[in-house]
């Protein structure tokens, strides 16, 4: 792998770039309708590419985006954590989000990379407030969040894929992170 499209290092996971060879794993975790059932349902090739192209722009032209989660540097894609903006109502926020493959949940993966990311976002990018945006049902990415040491700031409607899609925005503030650490 190389180091430019090196982000995070865990003492399990690497954090990377997302690159062209990872859309066959990235459609893996995409297109299984139980993983994203939060979304309505898995993605078609089209919107796995757009989701692709999407957070390499955002690399491009924020400098973040979601990445490529993998085992120590080695191996496959075997999720996507990373930093955001996302529009919480009319307020744009800096938002930690993470989707694994199915075959790597209940590892403690997800909570991992989340707190990389969480931490690089309050000193890469001088967070006032770090988010994760939830669907209400996925309580599964709601414990994540907890375990990050957010909490439920609002509730709110987003409109996704033709649905209206009720979400709870976790955060957590620069002083309680500073007690964390």
């Known amino acids: 792998m190389s180091s430019e499209g090196l982000v995070l290092s865990t003492e399990r996971l690497t954090l990377r770039r997302m690159v062209e ?4 794993d990235l459609a893996a975790i995409l297109q299984d309708a139980r993983t994203m059932v939060a979304y309505e349902g898995p993605f078609s090739d089209a919107e796995v590419r757009a989701w692709l192209e999407r957070m390499r722009e955002r690399d491009r032209t924020d400098g973040f985006s979601m990445w490529a989660v993998q085992l120590n540097g ?9 930093v955001t903006r996302q529009a919480v109502e009319q307020e744009q926020v800096i938002e930690v989000g993470y989707l694994f493959n199915r075959a790597h949940w209940h590892r403690g993966y997800a909570v991992e990379a989340a707190r990389a990311c969480r931490d690089w976002a309050f000193r890469e990018l001088d967070a006032d407030n770090v988010h994760s945006i939830v669907r209400d049902t996925n309580v599964p990415s709601m414990n994540v969040a907890i375990r990050n040491g957010m909490t439920v700031r609002r509730r709110f409607v987003k409109h996704y894929r033709g649905v209206d ?8 503030d620069r002083a309680r992170w500073e007690t964390l650490a």
Not at 21 to 24: N, Q, T, Y
Not at 74 to 82: D, F, S, V
Not at 165 to 172: E, G, K, L, V
């Open 74 to 82: 080695i191996g496959p894609m075997i999720g996507q954590c990373g």
């Open 165 to 172: 899609m009720p979400h709870f925005d976790f955060a957590i």
């Open 21 to 24: 060879a990872d859309l066959p």
